[in-house]
């Protein structure tokens, strides 16, 4: 029975990762339609949506049978709680890429304007994305706390972006509608950081069976802090 | 033991009722900063959200717990599931409300400005998280899909705002920037409507066992359907 539950919980993880990767395909390829504006990044985009929702699906469901057949406790079943939030936050990043890919798309048909910090926070998000999931793929607690690290970076990336992008618009009113849809891709580029940091969290209360979510790490007493 | 489980159970119910709670009090407060251009009402969804941040853990603790302690099947475990999700939800819908009452705080200081259908779209995002806590808390799946059916007259009224700031924009270049902050606000209540969409969801799975996102719920089979 143990055995049998060591594959099926192998097995979630590595389909997480296939869902993972491919969310992680999904930001370049979305990115791809704004840089080299072809739009037929966007339909591969579409496509592989379809897979990230059937996975969100598919793993969900898989959670709570292994829960409901194995009774499993302490780091099992923290695994599979994070399972089910690695799960919401994948087929978020999936979301927000659909997004970036539709605004690209149009985009393409108007003339080139400034992408102000867009291609490092690019960069940032989908690396943040990579290593979110190797950490929870190595249980490695460091690396997850490196990417929670990264995040403030993309917010600072994404006010100067908008910044440099409103004094555009303010400066030449002909670039208002383009410069927008940089605003709003670049929050995008944002929300999928923020959901890469959400699974770095989850990797360390998996691992560490810690919550430091909101802080609440730096509010811990010296004591529970060395334990 | 069973009995003692009812009553966790029901326990977990109305803490995570409290946090919806305090959430749709966030999202009320957070427009009153900009319809009633008061900030002090912002210094007070920062203080909800302190307590959001801290229901929010103490919620996932619960239901870690009482799976492990439980070892709850069928519709039960469905809650519990259903709980983990909704928590997540609702910490995201204070969030954006955080966000609104930011923005607000900083539109206070300047010249109002046309707020497009923004007024309406509070009321319908606002009356979508009731709903959709209301759907939980009665397992009301009618309700729940009538909550999912309003979704997309938020997208529409968030598109229509979309274009009617940016047409003001184009026509005063010294609204851009306020233009540009009611068009995030319209953003943020667009995601506070998807986030009261998702709970609508996890109350259709919890309470039937069957899992309608992506559609899933009309590609089944007739003959599904009518099981």
């Given at each position: 029975m143990q055995r049998h539950f060591d594959v099926d919980l192998e097995a979630l993880r590595s389909t997480l990762l296939e869902m993972g990767g491919i969310a992680e395909d999904m930001i370049g390829h979305a990115v791809k339609v704004l840089?080299?504006?072809?739009?037929?990044f966007a339909d591969q985009v579409q496509e592989m949506e379809k897979r990230v929702n059937a996975l969100h699906i598919e793993i969900d469901d898989r959670c709570l049978k292994l829960i409901a057949l194995h009774q499993p406790a302490a780091g099992d079943l923290r695994l599979i709680a994070a399972a089910i939030k690695i799960n919401s936050d994948l087929e978020r990043i999936g979301d927000q890429a659909v997004n970036i890919a539709e605004t690209a798309t149009y985009l393409c048909h108007l003339p080139r304007i400034k992408l102000g910090d867009i291609p490092r926070m690019v960069e940032l998000a989908a690396g943040m994305t990579k290593d979110s999931l190797d950490a929870f793929s190595r249980r490695d607690v460091e690396l997850a706390r490196e990417v929670i690290g990264r995040d403030d970076e993309e917010d600072q990336l994404k006010s100067e972006t908008f910044n440099e992008l409103l004094a555009l618009m303010q400066s030449d009113a002909s670039t208002i509608q383009r410069a927008m849809d940089i605003i709003l891709i670049a929050r995008n580029l944002e929300r999928i950081a923020d959901h890469a940091t959400n699974i770095a969290e989850d990797v360390i209360f998996m691992v560490l069976g810690k919550d430091i979510r909101h802080g609440a790490e730096r509010r811990e007493s010296p004591e529970a802090a060395q334990q």
């Open positions: 840089t080299e504006r072809d739009e037929s």
